[in-house]
């Protein structure tokens, strides 16, 4: 048995979000040695280092395999933005499966499809932040209403 203590110095996985032009691009350029995946090409007048903008899933699934074979050309990858990532993952599904929308597989199931492929997303994520990287996730909020069962009223809040 191996016992330790204190704390233990690794690479961080972190998600930002915010609403549209809240400055989530510009501080995610401010972690170290950042390397941008701007899915949506949000940053094209921020003065930072970027990998081609990813046209498909399997484009920007090469790109983490290049950043978690390469881990010192970046100190941060940030995937600016994650809901546009999303969207080519849900773009792959459909395609692969021959379908117009993720609602066509039926009640509830294309989602399945995109939670699986998108844990599989995630993991890679971890074999980076593994390889010394930091990760940086941007990603919208939206406000929805908010009630609560047990008590009177409704407010708004935001969520990703």
């Not at 510009?26 to 930072?48: C, H, R, W």
């Not at 970046?74 to 929308?101: F, P």
Request: glycine share 8%.
């Amino acid at each position: 048995m191996n016992i330790t203590s204190g704390k233990i110095e690794s690479a961080k996985k972190v998600v930002i979000y915010g609403p549209e032009g809240i400055g989530k691009s510009t501080f995610a350029a401010q972690f170290p040695n950042p390397l941008f995946i701007d899915t949506e090409g949000s940053t094209k007048y921020m003065d930072v280092r970027r990998m081609d903008k990813p046209t498909s899933w399997e484009m920007l699934r090469q790109e983490l395999t290049y950043v978690k074979q390469n881990p010192q050309v970046c100190g941060t990858l940030v995937i600016d933005t994650i809901d546009w990532a999303e969207q080519l993952c849900i773009d792959d599904i459909c395609s692969r499966y021959q379908k117009k929308g993720i609602e066509d597989f039926g009640y509830g199931n294309g989602y399945v499809y995109e939670k699986e492929e998108f844990g599989r997303f995630l993991n890679s994520l971890e074999e980076i932040v593994q390889a010394g990287v930091h990760v940086v996730l941007t990603a919208h909020a939206q406000m929805r209403k908010f009630e609560q069962p047990d008590e009177m009223g409704a407010y708004d809040r935001y969520e990703m």
